[in-house]
């Protein structure tokens, strides 16, 4: 055990010493950080924009207020529904309401002139219309052709749509009142055949006994699958991230000569051992750091926010829940040694990084296969061919983890599990076997071929 530590410490001190490691640590929270902000900036900072109207009456201007006022009052009752949820005060929803009123975009103002040519000194800036805001250009003007058969949009902007495409909405909605109208039928004769249609509620079967079939679908059931789906998740971008690390460390000490070195004073299998440890705490100093993240900006916001702390408790509790964390751990540590004893196996074969970079290609396709995989079964977990998948080895791992929230067969569960562990212990087997011949030997990526035969005990045929 002293000479896998040793190994451990060794390699593991020699990754986290390099700046590369504390950049990638802090890379991801980082950019979390610089995306939300960028994303609230953005929506925030977003300029006020004056839009004109040009048509004889303004049956259109005002469908298209009314678009803007439409929306404004769905998001409020939305912020208010949510504030309910959440349980923020009243007074406090009414502030946050208020706020998000006023952060409306496009406003619009009287038409300067009637004319395309006429308006292009406001749409190119050379002159200003007053509006809510102040002076501004004119960002876009509506005209109505002559025959009244189309609103035209004129923008100097074309990649700014939302205006185009709140007016396209307004013009459906004022065809469809019209064509009620003149059938006779009020303007909201569509929302009360809607308001009048049958609700369907989802409910989930959780008893047998009568009067005790269930119960309304909430978040608490659903926390189940989110948290399998993010652990599934968290194993596929561990593998991913361990093989720069496995397939240039072992390059380096390859074609450096170290592995001589090393071998005089411990044995093979103390070696990999102490290899796979170090890259395992590497990734898992990483994966740990992120989550410590993600912890503690949960624990921030349910202090600041009324009603968050509920929100969070049924992923807690489905975290915490031995049914889907035993299951998961498992499949974690063999998954892990899986992939990490075949990648190291593959790395050992390599003398340069261009060979490297010829297993790269087919590592990536290796590795989004299970991703693929990972898609499928959190849309439909009960398919049969997510079933199927879940019994090939390098699934299994991904999908066991998927599938635990929808309380499978318990034999299909220890049946995989120990399918896992034999195959992880032949893969093992195989790969040190490769390692020995690649760090020691010297051998190459194009004998691999005929250890596999050595290894099973397929001799080769005489020339």
Known sequence: MRNIYLIFRRDYLGYVKAWGFW??????????????????????????????????????????????????????????????????????AEDQLGEAASGRKFYEVPAPAQTLEELRPWL???????????????????????????????????????????????MRDLSRTE?????????????????????????????????????EVTMADRAPALVSAALAYFLWLMIFSIIQYLLMGT?????????????????LPQLLAGKMLAVFAVTSTMMLS??????????????????????????????????????????????????????????????????????????MILLMLPMFAIFVAFQDPGSPIVDIASWFPLFTPFLLILRMPHDPPMWEVLAQMAMMLVVTFLVVWGATKVYRAGAVHGAGIGELGGMLKRAVGIKAKAG
Do not use: H
């Open 23 to 92: 950049l990638s640590l802090a890379a991801v929270p980082i950019f979390l950080i610089i995306g939300a902000s960028f994303g609230y900036f953005a929506a925030t900072a977003s300029p006020v924009r004056y839009f004109a109207v040009v048509e004889p009456t303004r049956v259109y201007a005002e469908a298209i207020e009314g678009e803007f006022q439409r929306r404004s009052s769905e998001a409020a009752e939305e912020a208010r529904a949510l504030a309910e949820q959440m349980n923020i005060p009243l007074a406090q």
């Open 124 to 170: 190119t800036g050379e002159r200003l219309v007053e509006g809510p805001e102040g002076a501004k250009p004119l960002f876009a003007v509506f005209i109505l052709s002559g025959d009244g058969s189309q609103l035209e949009y004129w923008s100097g902007d074309v990649n700014v749509d939302t205006l185009r495409r709140t007016a396209e909405i307004a």
């Open 179 to 215: 064509a009620l109208a003149a059938s006779g039928l009020g303007a909201d004769f569509l929302k009360m055949a809607d308001d009048a249609a049958v609700k369907v509620s989802a409910f989930r079967l959780t008893a047998t006994q009568a009067g005790e079939s269930g119960a």
């Open 251 to 267: 390059i380096e000490e390859r074609s450096n000569k170290i592995f001589d070195t090393l071998l005089t004073s411990v044995q």
């Open 290 to 363: 992120w989550s410590l993240f993600g912890i503690i900006g949960s624990a921030v916001s349910a202090s600041q926010v009324p009603g968050m702390g509920d929100m969070i408790a049924p992923f807690i509790t489905a975290a915490t829940d031995p049914m889907l964390i035993v299951p998961g751990l498992v499949s974690f540590v063999l998954g892990y040694i899986l992939y990490g004893a075949l990648f190291m196996a593959l790395g050992s074969l390599c003398d340069t990084i261009q060979e490297a970079q010829t297993l790269l290609s087919p590592m």
